[in-house]
């Protein structure tokens, strides 16, 4: 049977080959690694990453990102951060909503009320 070629979501870009066997689905190594090659990501073992965590936040701040694997299964992603582009966005988005609200008097409250 031809091998067949699938798109992951949300994880790098670019096909994966997927071979069928016996009703089950695999992604060969060599298939995989090329992947992670194309994606600029490095995979890195759970037990290196512990080993050189130092050497990898560095690798992270210069914008390299990582897959860290268990027994030869990537389990995470080492990436860095947007730099707070998403939390600027959302500020943003709260602060239009409050702004367009109507003011509402709902009357004083007690401090129980308020907890409660």
Request: hydrophobic share 35%.
């Amino acid at each position: 049977m031809d091998p067949e070629w699938v798109t992951p979501g949300g994880f790098g870009s670019g096909p994966l080959k997927l071979v069928h066997y016996r009703g089950f689905a695999f992604i060969p190594q060599s298939s995989y690694n090329n992947y992670i090659k194309n994606t600029m990501q490095k995979v890195i073992s759970a037990a290196e990453a512990n080993r050189k965590f130092s050497e990898v936040l560095r690798g992270v701040r210069e914008g390299q990102s990582y897959v860290v694997t268990s027994h030869g299964r990537p389990v995470a992603r080492i990436e860095p951060l947007n730099d707070g582009h998403d939390a600027d966005r959302a500020r943003g988005a709260l602060l239009r909503r409050l702004r367009l609200q109507k003011a509402i008097d709902i009357g004083p409250w007690t401090r129980d009320e308020l907890y409660d």
